[in-house]
Each structure stands twice: as C-alpha cells, then as structure tokens.
C-alpha cells in the first residue's frame, strides 16, 4: 500500500508567480483535502476534493486553486503568489468524504518559498 | 478566530517522564478530536483520537482524557522516549464542517536522554 506522495518537494518562486503542486492519494482514498503549515503553526484547511469536484473550502482567497483527476489525484495552483505564501503545503487523502476526516494520510508536503 | 488553542508551546521531558499537552475549543458542535505528530520533513500522522462521549482513551503509552463540559482535552505520554521528540497537533472535526479538520498551533516536545 502507496502512502501520499507530493511534488515537488521544495520550491523557489517570486512574487506574482503562479506556482502548481500535485499529489498521488493513497491507493484505496478518493478525497483528497489541502492544508498550509505556515512556519511553527499548525495546518489550516484551503480546501478538498471528492469526485472531481470541491466540496469544501477554508478561508483562503480564489488564486487558491485546484483540480482532482479521475485516479484521484490532486493538484493545488495558486496564482499571483505573496510572500505569506511561503509555507509547507499539504495534501492529504481519506476515504470517503464526509467521515472521511477521520482518517487523513498526509503527505510530506511542499515547501514553497516565496521570495 | 483561534477554534482550538493548544499549550505549551514547547515542553522539554526527561526519559521516563510524562508529557502532558492540553487543547482547549470553543466550537461544541466539534465532534473527534484527533493529536497528530509530525517529525520533521514529515506530514502530520494521526497518533490516537478520541469522540466526546468518551472521557479517557488509551492507546500503549498514549492517553488522551476529554473533559466535554471544560471543552478541553489533553494528551499524555507516559515513560516518554527521545524517539518520542517531535510536534504534536491537537485537532478538531465537525462544527459544521464534517470534512475539514482544525488544528492548534503545535506543541514542540524535547525528550532529553
């Protein structure tokens, strides 16, 4: 059994860029959900993904993006990018969608910084 | 708005001792409550979780004790190991969101040898 895997792993943007993320979920999940871990915080909701479709959204502004594919995996676009943007990205997979919270699997995460 | 505030910030342990770290909510309509750890480079990972019907679970070294009517709950790691070193998230589901999870700030916990 696959765990969440991300890329990439570590990125350099400048402001204004737009930057995408992508995410394999674990074999068996078909929702997939996407958190920001600024530096020392801890992660916040940007938004999920069930059945191609988002299905929930955190307070994040629209350059906040995404897409699922039909084989469940993810991707996060975030354009005009800002400096407080620089934080570890995560995705994380269940799943079902409703209960499915209960039992995330992160990824790694994506560490942007943005300069 | 803060949901979930967790404390202390860091916690320094010797071998052997007991970690305790606490979580308070504000939400009652949260209904799970999981702690995560998340070593570095890593993601977080679910550690043990716990519904408010319950006042105390226990899992190996791991306990978490809920008290609903404080809407606080705390995670205590008994005979804590230095492999035991890493952040610990305190987090909460539902609250009219079943499908996203709101997480405290961390806890940065130091088992010293």
């Known amino acids: 059994e696959t765990g969440v895997t991300q890329s990439p792993t570590h990125l350099i943007k400048t402001r204004g860029q737009q930057v995408t993320l992508r995410c394999s979920s674990q074999?068996?999940?078909?929702?997939v959900s996407w958190y920001q871990q600024a530096l020392g915080q801890g992660p916040q909701f940007i938004f999920q993904?069930?059945?191609?479709?988002?299905?929930g959204r955190g307070n994040f502004p629209p350059r906040f993006s995404g897409l699922q594919f039909p084989n469940y995996s993810s991707e996060l676009n975030v354009n005009a990018l800002e400096l407080d943007d620089s934080a570890l990205y995560l995705c994380?997979?269940?799943?079902?969608?409703?209960?499915?919270?209960?039992?995330?699997?992160f990824g790694a995460g994506s560490r942007l910084t943005v300069l | 708005q803060q949901q979930v505030k967790q404390s202390p910030q860091s916690l320094i342990v010797q071998k052997g001792g007991i970690s305790i770290i606490n979580c308070a909510y504000e939400?009652?309509?949260?209904?799970?409550f999981p702690w995560y750890q998340q070593f570095p480079g890593k993601g977080p990972a679910l550690l043990i979780a716990?519904?408010?019907?319950?006042s105390e679970k226990k899992e190996g070294r791991f306990t978490i004790s809920f008290n609903k009517s404080a809407k606080q709950f705390s995670l205590h790691i008994m005979d804590s190991q230095p492999g035991d070193s890493a952040t610990y998230f305190c987090?909460?589901?539902?609250?009219?969101?079943?499908?996203?999870?709101?997480f405290g700030k961390g806890t940065l916990l130091t088992v010293n040898p």
């Open positions: 994380a997979s269940s799943p079902t969608g409703a209960s499915g919270a209960n039992v995330l699997t």
């Open positions: 074999s068996g999940h078909n929702t």
């Open positions: 993904y069930y059945r191609e479709e988002e299905n």
């Open positions: 939400n009652t309509a949260f209904d799970y």
């Open positions: 716990i519904r408010p019907d319950v």
């Open positions: 987090a909460a589901r539902g609250g009219g969101s079943n499908y996203k999870l709101t």
